[in-house]
């Protein structure tokens, strides 16, 4: 495989999204010949991942071969309980968010990333856009998650305002704690 075919393939799988066609020639500074050429090497590649190309947008894909077993695995892992580091990241998000997983790291005090995983893949969490930070997204609750709770909005969740408040608050002091231990060493 070429070293484009390579980048591309490299480039979706570390995203974990789909790109455009546009957004890869300006990432990888080619043009859309040399990208063609390497989307149609990394097309012709046979393995567990394969790329799928609607002509506008790239994404990798578990190949069908695989598709049932990926599934059966699926299945099972969404009837197991999100357990404590679920629930939490889960809280942080409906009380707090939509919030980055740095920020959901500094609420919780370890790394969620494999916890936000799941939460996206069992629907109960969706990555969204930053505004204020184009490298990084927001983690919000999806509206399976908050009709599962029986509410229509986070607004409506049991002491909403106090909770907020409170988690509000609580950040804040931990916050400048942190600032304060800083500043004495």
């Given at each position: 495989m070429n070293d484009l075919a390579t980048r591309i393939e490299a480039l979706l799988f570390a995203l974990g999204r789909p790109l455009s066609r546009i957004e890869l020639e300006k990432m990888l500074s080619t043009t859309a010949q040399d990208l063609q050429l390497a989307i149609a090497e990394l097309s012709a590649k046979t393995g567990g991942i394969v790329l799928m190309d609607d002509g506008k947008v790239l994404e990798l894909r578990t190949a069908p071969l695989a598709a049932e077993v990926v599934e059966t695995v699926r299945r099972e892992e969404y009837n197991r309980?999100?357990?404590?580091?679920?629930?939490?990241?889960?809280?942080?998000?409906?009380?707090?968010?939509?919030?980055?997983?740095?920020?959901?790291?500094?609420?919780?005090?370890?790394?969620?990333?494999?916890?936000?995983?799941?939460?996206?893949?069992?629907?109960?969490?969706?990555?969204?856009?930053?505004?204020?930070?184009?490298?990084?997204?927001?983690?919000?609750?999806?509206?399976?998650?908050?009709?599962?709770?029986?509410?229509?909005?986070?607004?409506?969740?049991?002491?909403?305002?106090?909770?907020?408040?409170?988690?509000?608050?609580?950040?804040?002091?931990?916050?400048?704690?942190?600032n304060e231990e800083k500043e004495s060493s």
């Open positions: 309980d999100i357990g404590k580091a679920g629930l939490e990241a889960l809280s942080a998000v409906l009380y707090r968010g939509p919030l980055t997983r740095a920020e959901i790291d500094f609420i919780r005090g370890v790394n969620s990333s494999q916890t936000l995983r799941t939460l996206t893949m069992r629907g109960l969490l969706r990555r969204i856009p930053n505004p204020k930070d184009e490298r990084s997204y927001l983690f919000e609750p999806t509206t399976e998650v908050l009709a599962t709770l029986g509410v229509s909005r986070v607004s409506e969740l049991p002491e909403y305002e106090s909770v907020k408040e409170k988690l509000t608050a609580l950040e804040a002091a931990y916050r400048a704690k942190e």
